[in-house]
């Protein structure tokens, strides 16, 4: 073989070698490449998983709040309601009393006016009907509370204190008052 030859022969090697060197190089490097690249893919997919996971979570804490608030409006809007519901049956009771009592002293007039005449026996079996009347409108009343009852045992007694004291109409009506306070008064 000669010089040439074998020059050639070392520069095919060195040819070939580089070339591998330079490709086991290539792959290293393109290896690293990709592997930075998959690293970055996975942060910024990590990235927009949360950024996706905090605006969920946002979105549910905001419609929390809202049905939370909804929630609150409906139950004063009820409670309020409900209030206003049991002031215009305490009014219709109460008024329903008043009545009541204003017809109680009438026919308590009536029947003090009758005494000793003939028409004394219906008027008093009026006064009596009235007197119960009174007595169902009072239980009325006493459904909302002992304060509602004191007060409208005081009205009936101030409202259906006609006859002088010491008299039979006004201790009958004192009677009916305590024995109702009594009856009524919560143990």
Not at 34 to 53: L, S, T
């Amino acid at each position: 073989m000669d010089d040439a030859v074998v020059t050639a022969l070392i520069a095919a090697g060195a040819a070939l070698a580089g070339g591998a060197l330079t490709g086991v190089f290539t792959f290293a490097a393109a290896k690293r490449q990709a592997a930075a690249a998959w690293a970055a893919g996975e942060r910024q997919a990590a990235a927009a998983w949360e950024a996706g996971r905090q605006q969920a979570a946002a979105a549910w804490d905001a419609g929390q709040l809202q049905a939370t608030a909804q929630l609150d409006v409906a139950r004063r809007t009820l409670t309020e309601q409900t209030l206003a519901n049991q002031r215009a049956v305490r009014r219709a009771a109460y008024v329903t009393f008043l009545s009541r009592t204003d017809s109680a002293q009438q026919t308590s007039q009536a029947w003090q006016s009758a005494i000793g005449t003939a028409e004394e026996t219906p008027r008093r079996r009026e006064y009596d009907a009235a007197m119960g009347a009174v007595g169902e409108a009072l239980n009325v009343v006493r459904l909302e509370g002992p304060d509602a009852v004191t007060a409208a045992a005081e009205t009936l007694r101030t409202a259906l204190a006609a006859g002088a004291p010491g008299s039979q109409h006004s201790m009958a009506q004192g009677a009916f008052l305590d024995a109702a306070r009594a009856a009524l008064t919560p143990v």
